[in-house]
């Protein structure tokens, strides 16, 4: 109206502080003392909703329309994700200091909440010249140490499937980026053959208002690049090279020359409420020109529709050729239901990172909604499978195998033809011991895919299991040929190389991931494991002290734990290794970790049986699910000497030396068993067979158990043989 004058609307606050939290709305984190706090993306802006609204109540409607726009959540998502801020906050919701509850109606603030300007928030440009850390994407494997030596590395080796992007120790919550990649190799380095018909598809980027829909345009991108893969005759980049292009501006013609390909799609998303708008150009990068583009503007029902149609536009671009069959199975949607279909997306984008406990957690809850609005969704069941096979190799609970195996079969009986199905069953045979049949599936993917990085990665896996050595190797080596920026497969050799002994080499393949994966825990948890491999205590406590500074873990305890073991600190080693158990009860190793701390001091040596005793049980457990576990049998061996039971000692060590006849860590518990037995000249052999494949001699040398042998002749030569 002529002469009125429009309301001033308050400028957006920089951050705010919420008690003795900062919450930083442009770098989108939250941290306590300068230290960030791990949250997702989720998780961070429902904590931004309330505190913008506080001290008022936010009712589940509010917090609905406000964190999930367009999407159909319950009350009960709402509060399975306050549930997971108070976790990532250390909030009680019986004493709440941040967010109380409102039985009933909803969520508010009652720590006391302030407006910040960008010059008052701690750690901003404006007031430290120190940039934000580096953001990345959690790798992945975690070494676990059992007391007195080290055991193989704990990996959820990012066996993953087109799903999975994952499998490891899996970890980094607060990382908002997928993943760092190395320096593209321009054009003017290499000459790459670009076959006509090749394809990358890149990640559609975000330039919705509000933000927040990055898993939608990842997602689409994946799922279109799935679908297009399905194609004899045409070449499509592997989804994890063309992701690393992510975020960075580089001209299309280097993109389609480090990637092998001819053309190049790229985009991006826009969404407002229920309006979608997805903007795609194809372009021929031999020329530079763009050959296709289209618009959809459509309602955010439209989404499988407008996914249908780019698969058939780019097709019919490139002059692909179907039959009639294969045809029908590309323009077939994974499902009929949009809210399921988006529920998938933003569980596959935990999935696609390196996952912490938490992320874990929520893909799974995001999988379980997605099956809630359509139960015959494969690909959700199949998410399932992947969230339980991780959860079950992090916690060896064994009922999580059997969850696994229920939703890996569910999806086979749905659609047995799917990729994602086959390779998410691969990898629960892998990690329950039944590496025959997951080798089958990963060689046929590779066969079907050579450009799958991830296939190739979760085929060595198997190859090591069923000792064909030399082919895992070669098999994870080409992985990182494949895509050479991807911290998963950098990740995963690094374990192998851990795992066979050769800790300096996994060294430098674990540093290489703190570069890709700068703020993940499991990164510097992998580096401690390997410099302590080293004899290197003092950078192995440093990088376990930043693991758990980024992440409080099981295996970040429990290696930190490790250290305090060697330097002869027993009673801070039993702490660390007391809250490596609060986090993973159900893993036999923490107990007897604890239970080596315990036994190495007279007055607790009698709780050490306790432990012991637990142990055993969970052990034998483990075995129940994977009966070819040689480490397992060994350290059940030990466990049962240590508890004076030498017999069942002798028929446990006996299976682990027929399984694992050539495994490093076989042999050094052989000699600790040994050595309970009174047998010196048997650990002597022991000690020597596991040196020779690759047990560092200065670990032997520093370790407590053997502080009984420092004055034997034997022992000394054998030593001296290995430098000083």
């Known amino acids: 109206m002529e002469g009125s004058t429009s309301p001033v609307i308050a400028p957006e606050p920089s951050g705010y502080r919420v008690g003795d939290l900062v919450i930083d709305v442009g770098r989108q984190r939250v941290t306590r003392a300068e230290v960030e706090i791990p949250l997702s993306q989720l998780s961070f802006d ?45 909030d009680d919701s019986h004493a709440p200091r941040y967010i109380a509850g409102v039985r009933g109606r909803g969520y508010r603030m009652v720590a006391p909440v302030s407006s910040l300007s960008a010059a008052t928030i701690p750690g901003s440009s404006a007031t430290t010249q120190t940039g934000p850390p580096a953001e990345s994407a959690r790798g992945a494997a975690l070494p676990t140490l059992t007391g007195h030596g080290v055991s193989r590395p704990w990996l959820i080796a990012a066996m993953a499937t087109a799903l999975l992007v994952v499998a490891v ?80 501006r580089e001209d299309v013609r280097t993109i389609a020359q480090t990637l092998g390909v001819r053309h190049v799609l790229e985009g991006s998303v826009r969404r407002e409420g229920d309006h979608l708008r997805v903007t795609a150009q194809l372009i021929d990068a031999s020329s530079g020109y763009q050959v296709w583009s289209q618009n959809y503007d459509r309602s955010w029902q439209d989404l499988l529709a407008i996914e249908d149609d780019l698969a058939r536009s780019i097709i019919g671009t490139l002059q692909v050729v179907l039959s009639s069959d294969l045809a029908g199975r590309i323009a077939q949607a994974p499902t009929e239901h949009l809210a399921a279909f988006d529920f998938y997306l933003a569980g596959l984008a935990k999935l696609r990172q390196p996952t912490t406990a938490a992320q874990l957690g929520e ?38 195998a059997a969850r696994a195996e229920a939703a890996c079969h569910q999806a086979l009986a749905l659609d047995a033809s799917l990729r994602e199905v086959k390779l998410g069953l691969a990898h629960l045979y892998a990690v329950t011991g039944r590496n025959d049949q997951a080798s089958a599936i990963f060689h046929a993917a590779v066969r079907e895919d050579p450009s799958d990085v991830d296939a190739y990665i979760g085929l060595a896996g198997a190859y090591e299991e069923l000792q064909r050595t030399a082919e895992a190797e070669g098999t994870y080596r080409r992985a990182i040929d494949v895509d050479p920026g991807y911290w998963a497969a950098h990740t995963a050799f690094g374990n192998f190389l851990f795992h066979h002994g050769r800790a300096t080499l996994a060294a ?7 570069q890709l994966v700068a703020v993940s825990a499991p990164a510097f948890n992998n580096l401690g494991a390997a410099l302590e491999m080293s004899g290197d205590f003092e950078g192995a406590g ?26 002869g600190r027993f009673t801070d080693a039993a702490r660390m290794f007391r809250k490596a158990a609060e986090l993973a009860s159900e893993d036999h190793r923490v107990w007897g970790n604890l239970a080596d701390a ?47 039971e030498p017999s069942r000692a002798r028929r446990c060590m006996a299976r682990a030396l027929e399984l694992g006849s050539d495994d490093v860590f076989v042999h050094y518990y052989a000699a600790l068993i040994a050595l309970e037995g009174g047998d010196t000249a048997a650990a002597l052999v022991a000690l020597r ?25 034997g022992f000394q030569h054998l030593l001296a043989a290995h430098g000083p």
């Open 46 to 90: 429902l904590l931004l909703v309330l505190a913008r609204a506080a001290p008022n109540l936010q009712s589940f409607d509010q917090l609905m329309e406000r964190v999930w726009p367009g999407l159909v959540v319950t009350p009960e998502t709402v509060s399975q994700r306050i549930k997971l801020v108070r976790d990532a906050l250390g």
């Open 169 to 248: 120790w899996g970890l980094a919550q607060y990382i908002h980026t997928r993943r760092a990649s190395t320096s593209a190799t321009t054009a003017a380095s290499v000459v790459v053959v670009q076959p006509p018909k090749s394809i990358a598809v890149l990640p559609l980027l975000d330039i919705s208002p509000s933000g927040g829909n990055e898993y939608l345009g990842d997602g689409l991108a994946q799922e279109l690049s799935g679908r297009l893969s399905r194609i004899p005759g045409l070449r499509v980049a592997a989804r994890t090279s063309a992701f690393a292009f992510k975020g960075r």
């Open 363 to 400: 893909a799974e809850g995001l999988f379980r909604e997605a099956l809630a609005v359509d139960p015959r969704f494969a690909l959700a069941h199949a998410g399932l499978c992947e969230c339980d096979s991780i959860g079950y190799e992090r916690s060896q609970d064994s009922a999580l």
């Open 508 to 514: 430098q393949q674990y540093q290489r991931v703190t």
């Open 542 to 567: 440093r990088a376990f002290d930043k693991s758990l500074e980024l992440e409080p873990t099981r295996s970040g305890y429990s290696n930190s734990g490790t250290v305090y073991y060697f330097l």
């Open 598 to 644: 315990l036994y190495q001091v007279t007055a607790t040596r009698p709780q050490a049986e306790h432990e012991y005793q637990r142990a055993i049980g969970l052990a034998e457990r483990r075995l129940g699910v994977n009966p070819k576990d040689a480490v397992t049998w060994i350290q059940l061996a030990f466990y049962n000497a240590r508890v004076g």
């Open 689 to 713: 067979r596991a040196i020779a494949l690759g047990y560092p001699a200065q670990l032997v040398r520093a370790a407590p158990d053997f502080a009984g042998l420092r004055d034997n002749e």
